[in-house]
């Protein structure tokens, strides 16, 4: 009887830790999981935008007009940060910050941006990201997927190998 006590006592606690730590662990790794994976600097600053928006189709094919005009609004509203070819070497590209840390204009003659939807673009364009303004209120939709087949004429295509 003493030893069976005895045993009843050591299955309690142990009971419990086999419940609590579990549990516990699971609460942790619910703040520790993102630190994990997105400890570098790098995917911390990654701009993704959301996949509903990304699968939105642009409604205007990219031809000549349309890359016109977009390429005009881009000299007109981009290039001061994102510069003439979209390097990111626009003249007010060194002055810009985000909570006090400086920030580059996104190159956009990265092959990489070729690789996000033309739906990506367009609501990048309309939302922004501190110092980057939101567009949305600037310019009409229409505008923004013109500005998107224009932006996209600055990346060479990924099949390009000597652009
Ligand atoms: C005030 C400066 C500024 C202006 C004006 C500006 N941008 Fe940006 N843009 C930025 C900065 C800074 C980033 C990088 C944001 C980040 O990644 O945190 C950026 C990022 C982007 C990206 C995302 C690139 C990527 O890697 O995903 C696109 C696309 C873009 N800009 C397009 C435009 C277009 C088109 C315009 C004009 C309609 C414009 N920007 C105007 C500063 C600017």
């Not at 997105?38 to 996949?51: G, I, L, R, T, Y």
């Not at 390429?71 to 940060?81: M, Y």
């Not at 204009?105 to 367009?122: I, V």
């Amino acid at each position: 009887m003493k030893t069976n006590s005895a045993n009843q006592n050591w299955k309690r606690p142990l009971k419990r830790t086999g419940i609590v730590a579990p549990s516990v662990m699971i609460f942790l790794s619910s703040f520790l999981t993102p630190l994990g994976a997105d400890n570098s600097a790098k995917s911390e600053d990654a701009w993704v935008s959301p996949a509903r928006a990304a699968r939105k189709e642009n409604p205007f094919p990219a031809d000549a007009a349309s890359i016109a005009l977009g390429k005009e609004l881009f000299v007109a509203a981009c290039l001061p940060c994102h510069g003439p070819a979209g390097k990111g070497d626009g003249p007010a590209a060194t002055t810009l910050e985000r909570n006090g840390t400086p920030v580059k204009p996104g190159n956009l003659t990265d092959p990489k941006l070729r690789e996000q939807t033309d739906g990506a673009l367009f609501w990048k364009i309309g939302e922004g990201r501190t110092p980057m303004p939101a567009f949305q209120e600037t310019f009409t939709e229409e505008q923004r997927w013109k500005i998107v087949n224009y932006v996209r004429t600055l990346a060479p295509k990924a099949d390009n190998k000597n652009p």
